[in-house]
């Protein structure tokens, strides 16, 4: 199997509609790969990708880039109701922080 594909983010979960463990990867939405156990769950789809990945440079598609080996500027742009971006302003100034600050500290707390 190709090494590239190693860089690549996987995931393996239990799907309680399939009674199975479910391979996934994230640069491939539309693949998945259905097992008894996790570990060969995790192997079948980077078998898959591994076969996906030869066909696309066969047929000269493009070749999704592995998340891990993407730049990330830090900026991106989101769109919220004006009310929302009323209470966020006047939090971030009873806080005596930027909006910016209050907004990146709320994304960076930890996820459940």
Same mark, same amino acid.
């Given at each position: ?10 995931? &393996?979960?239990?799907?309680? %509609? =399939?009674q ?5 990867? $994230?640069?491939? @939405?539309?693949? *998945? ?15 898959l &990708?591994?076969?996906?990945? %030869? =066909? ?6 493009? $070749?999704?880039? @592995?998340?891990? *080996? ?20 006047? %939090? ?21």
């Amino acid at each position: 199997m190709a090494k590239n594909i190693d860089r690549y983010t996987y995931r &393996v979960t239990w799907s309680e %509609e =399939d009674q199975e463990h479910v391979g996934l990867c $994230v640069e491939f @939405p539309s693949l *998945s790969w259905l097992a008894d156990d996790p570990e060969l769950a995790l192997k079948g789809i980077r078998q898959l &990708v591994h076969e996906c990945v %030869e =066909d696309m440079r066969r047929t000269n598609d493009q $070749v999704p880039e @592995p998340l891990s *080996s993407k730049k990330f500027s830090g900026k991106f742009m989101v769109r919220v109701p004006p009310e929302t971006h009323r209470l966020l302003t006047i %939090e971030a100034a009873e806080s005596g922080v930027s909006l910016n600050r209050l907004i990146s500290s709320k994304l960076h707390q930890p996820r459940m």
